[in-house]
């Protein structure tokens, strides 16, 4: 594994990918439900309004860049008002085409390029959660190159396009998450990995997930005392040092049961676990379900074998 930010898509694995044209003209509003998948747009040209639930007001422009990892409900307009049409976008999941709001003739208002693609990880809930609820970047043309290279895959029925759309979403993910680590990103991954002191720490954890860390080692990690790691890696990061080790070691154990990538004993010893028992008894208090019975649950396309 590289880094802890590729460990985290890694596990993610972003697939299925949709991508779409957006343009609208005149008065117009539209209101999406809570998509629950993540989505991104590109403005292209002009400009619109956006308003994300429990997030402030946007105006995005020419060369803005949108992310929401998550997608709840949000109401997307131009500048004249207008009353709101309501769409779900679950009803609309594999559309491809151009989507036109608001007058249908002549030229547009607001052009951009959208789209959303869908997390394979059974465990993608969590680790959302160690993203920003929104990622809005101006001026962004490497993400807006990446939207657009997206779109002309997605496009075309051609050999190898599942993967190099989801080779794509990632290097966009990626791009997108670096853009807001540090002192912008809230507390979770991204923030302790732009704080010098935790960075090698957390570092470690991902690199070394088996070795019987402790926070005396940790805090011997980051130059700083127990009392002062402890303080400060809750803060940022948003849970305890061992709650984050415990947390990562079974995602990990999550991704290497779905994928049937070891036998029990063999996933225990790569985590940090004497035994297959010792493994069994901490994942079941931490899943609610014993190994086995989660790696049937979770079996890609439900096949349970």
């Not at 791009?175 to 570092?203: K, N, S, T």
Request: hydrophobic fraction near 45%.
């Amino acid at each position: 594994m590289l880094d802890p930010l590729s460990d985290l898509i890694a596990l993610l694995r972003p697939s299925t990918v949709f991508s779409k044209g957006i343009s609208g003209a005149g008065r117009w509003a539209v209101r999406y439900a809570a998509f629950g998948h993540p989505s991104f747009c590109t403005i292209l040209d002009g400009a619109c309004r956006l308003d994300v639930e429990g997030q402030p007001p946007l105006t995005l422009e020419t060369g803005d860049f949108l992310l929401l990892p998550a997608t709840p409900g949000f109401t997307m307009s131009g500048f004249e008002p207008a009353e709101p049409v309501a769409l779900d976008p679950h009803a609309t999941i594999g559309v491809t085409g151009e989507v036109r709001h608001g007058l249908q003739d002549g030229p547009p208002d607001v052009r951009m390029l959208g789209g959303h693609f869908l997390f394979a990880s059974p465990d993608a809930g969590l680790l959302v959660s160690q993203l920003p609820a929104l990622i809005h970047l101006r001026g962004a043309g490497q993400l807006a190159a990446l939207v657009r290279m997206i779109r002309a895959e997605a496009g075309e029925e051609r050999p190898g396009r599942d993967l190099v759309l989801a080779r794509l979403v990632e290097v966009l993910l990626v791009e997108a998450l670096r853009a807001v680590a540090g002192d912008e990103a809230p507390p979770g991954l991204l923030r302790g990995l732009g704080d010098p002191r935790l960075a090698g720490a957390i570092r470690r954890i991902h690199n070394e997930p088996a070795r019987p860390w402790t926070v005396a080692m940790l805090a011997k990690e980051a130059a700083l005392s127990r009392s002062a790691f402890f303080d400060r890696f809750a803060r940022i990061v948003g849970v305890p040092p061992m709650e984050y080790v415990q947390g990562w070691r079974m995602s990990l154990a999550k991704d290497m049961l779905r994928r049937r990538t070891g036998k029990l004993d063999e996933i225990a010893e790569r985590i940090g676990y004497g035994s297959a028992s010792a493994f069994s008894t901490a994942f079941t208090r931490q899943v609610g379900l014993p190994p086995k019975r989660y790696a049937l649950a979770t079996a890609p396309n439900g096949s349970g074998a």
